[in-house]
Nanobody, 127 residues
Framework: QVMLVESGGGSVQAGGSLRLSCAAS????????MVWFRQAPGKEREGVAR????????LYSDSVKGRFTISQDNAKETLYLQMNNLNPEDTAQYYC????????????????????WGAGTLVTVSS
């Protein structure tokens, strides 16, 4: 079965950094479309970073562009999200998700289009 397990969340002060990980199993990781989403209380689930694990191409939402970097380690079948210059607006539950078929080519990316989800990891950024 497909499993996605996030880790690396925690609490950090504004301006700090965190790296999230998503360990994948049960499918061909190197040929996947994977997306990091986040959801803050009272807000809709928002896609922030996308990677085509075969081509290595990446896309970012405007809200994180220039601050976050999505990457992959095929040997470890793990997806990463390096988050720099964090601010309180980044506080949210972060999820990794995988999609069967082609990757979305533009943001916003609707969460309803994703096929597999992890349980999430919480990121809290304080002033």
């Amino acid at each position: 079965q497909v499993m996605l397990v996030e880790s690396g969340g925690g609490s950090v002060q504004a301006g700090g950094s965190l790296r999230l990980s998503c360990a994948a199993s049960g499918y061909t990781f190197k040929n996947a479309c994977m997306v990091w989403f986040r959801q803050a209380p009272g807000k809709e689930r928002e896609g922030v970073a996308r990677i085509n694990t075969f081509a290595g191409s990446t896309l970012y939402s405007d809200s994180v562009k220039g601050r976050f970097t999505i990457s992959q380690d095929n040997a470890k079948e793990t997806l990463y999200l390096q988050m720099n210059n964090l601010n309180p607006e980044d506080t949210a539950q972060y999820y990794c998700a995988a999609k069967v078929g082609d990757c979305p080519e533009d943001f916003p990316i609707n969460f309803a289009g994703m096929n597999y989800w992890g349980a999430g990891t919480l990121v809290t950024v304080s002033s």
